[in-house]
T-cell receptor, first 115, second 112 residues
Framework: NAGVMQNPRHLVRRRGQEARLRCSPM?????VYWYRQLPEEGLKFMVY????????ESGMPKERFSAEFPKEGPSILRIQQVVRGDSAAYFC?????????????FGNGTRLTVT | GQNIDQPTEMTATEGAIVQINCTYQ??????LFWYQQHAGEAPTFLSY????GLEEKGRFSSFLSRSKGYSYLLLKELQMKDSASYLC?????????????FGSGTRLQVQP
């Protein structure tokens, strides 16, 4: 299966701990996007990355959140000192070449619960 | 900025036709996408429109009017498995942005 792979599927953290969410894009895709979804709500854009570059981080909180997409390995979304309000589903998506008509292909998400 | 509106919930009967509307206001426009999302699962791509008109794909069709900032998703011969959220998303015209901005989704309940 060459789809977008996210892990872990579920993550439980206590307040103040760090959460690291991983995403491997579809084979051949070089553009990665992170979205956050609260229950019964739509997907909120966080950050858009290409290999080794952050292209657009306008949706990501300035504090505690960071993202990277290194030359080798998966993209990582890192949340430091988690708070209860960070509990949500975090979806990663990838696209081919960043063309206007390229749809985003989503992974199954990581459901973060902060206790 | 971008503003995307779609109804929160809809109910329809198995075998019927349902139309889910989406209106948008964007600073630029490079296409409108529809996604389906079952509860607890990943959104899956349904359709893409960038020119005015109707795109048909099996039981699903999507329509776009750029001058009106309006799109709809038409689902025919509804099946129980079509119960899901349907997300409208727009890609704006800013050169640096390839991300999609999503509406809040329309939760469709198909009844027997």
């Amino acid at each position: 299966n060459a789809g977008v792979m996210q892990n872990p599927r579920h993550l439980v953290r206590r307040r103040g701990q760090e959460a690291r969410l991983r995403c491997s894009p579809m084979k051949g895709h070089s553009h990665v996007y992170w979205y956050r979804q609260l229950p019964e709500e739509g997907l909120k854009f966080m950050v858009y990355l290409q290999k080794e570059n952050i292209i657009d981080e306008s949706g990501m909180p300035k504090e505690r959140f960071s993202a990277e997409f290194p030359k080798e390995g998966p993209s990582i979304l890192r949340i430091q000192q988690v708070v209860r309000g960070d509990s949500a589903a975090y979806f990663c998506a990838s696209s081919l070449q960043g063309q206007y008509n390229s749809p985003l292909h989503f992974g199954n998400g990581t459901r973060l619960t902060v206790t | 900025g971008q503003n995307i509106d779609q109804p929160t919930e809809m109910t329809a009967t198995e075998g019927a036709i349902v139309q889910i509307n989406c209106t948008y206001q964007t600073s630029g426009f490079n296409g409108l996408f529809w996604y389906q999302q079952h509860a607890g699962e990943a959104p899956t791509f349904l359709s893409y429109n960038v020119l005015d008109g109707l795109e048909e794909k099996g039981r699903f069709s999507s329509f776009l009017s750029r001058s009106k900032g309006y799109s709809y998703l038409l689902l025919k011969e509804l099946q129980m498995k079509d119960s899901a959220s349907y997300l409208c998303a727009v890609r704006d015209g800013d050169m640096g942005r390839r991300a999609l901005t999503f509406g809040s989704g329309t939760r469709l309940q198909v009844q027997p």
